[in-house]
């Protein structure tokens, strides 16, 4: 079984630029959800999506958005990057709603110039 | 506000000891912890899980105490090999998502 898959591995933009990340989950995992791992701050909660209705938003800002495809596959969109955006974005998916159920992708490192 | 955290940045432990890790938690209506393992280069992997009405679980090598009265969670990892080299992070439930601790980086020297 394909585990969860994260595109791209390594991105590089600048300031003011957007970004789009992809998230394509286990076969028959319907729930993606999405975090920013920093060094200062650690790992945060953005957002999490099932079935293409987004079920519950961390803390930041409108800048950071998603959706989800009718193959539940999930995008990630941070539009105005800021240095602070440089980080690594984790999708975790899950078919239920038990975190031991749950299986994080290896993450898109994004590096913001 | 409410927070999870973790008592050390940093543990080394000689390959074969057992390892320690600890973790605070503030919010006392939490019910439910996870403990993650990351390596280099990967997303967090669950290793092991308690809920409130616990106050030990144990796994393969591996025993979580949850401590409600201070509230402190801890992994003990036992025969600590090469291959626990990670960085080890406590979670708990908010109700809709994980909080997660700053981590412990657990480095197994020979």
């Known amino acids: 079984k394909a585990g969860v898959t994260q595109t791209p591995r390594y991105l590089i933009k600048t300031r003011g630029q957007q970004v789009t990340l992809s998230c394509s989950p286990i076969?028959?995992?319907?729930?993606v959800s999405w975090y920013q791992q920093t060094p200062g701050q650690g790992l945060q909660f953005l957002f999490e999506?099932?079935?293409?209705?987004?079920?519950n938003k961390g803390n930041f800002p409108g800048r950071f958005s998603g959706r989800q495809f009718s193959n539940s596959r999930s995008e990630m969109n941070v539009s105005t990057l800021e240095l602070g955006d440089s980080a690594l974005y984790l999708c975790?998916?899950?078919?239920?709603?038990?975190?031991?159920?749950?299986?994080f992708g290896p993450g898109t490192r994004l590096t913001v110039l | 506000g409410e927070s999870v955290g973790l008592h050390l940045p940093t543990l080394s432990v000689q390959e074969g000891d057992n390892s320690i890790i600890n973790c605070a938690y503030s919010?006392?209506?939490?019910?439910?912890f996870i403990w993650y393992k990351q390596e280099s280069g990967k997303g967090p992997q669950f290793i092991i899980d308690?809920?409130?009405?616990?106050d030990k679980r144990q796994g393969q090598r591996v025993t979580v105490l949850l401590n409600k009265t201070v509230k402190h969670l801890s992994l003990q990892i036992a025969a600590t090999q090469p291959g626990d080299s990670a960085v080890y992070f406590c979670?708990?439930?908010?109700?809709?998502?994980?909080?997660f601790g700053k981590g412990t980086s657990l480095l197994v020297t020979p």
């Open positions: 975790a998916t899950s078919a239920g709603f038990s975190y031991n159920e749950q299986f």
């Open positions: 076969s028959g995992h319907r729930s």
């Open positions: 999506y099932f079935s293409e209705t987004q079920r």
């Open positions: 919010n006392s209506a939490s019910d439910y």
């Open positions: 308690i809920r409130s009405n616990m």
């Open positions: 979670a708990e439930d908010s109700g809709y998502a994980l909080n």
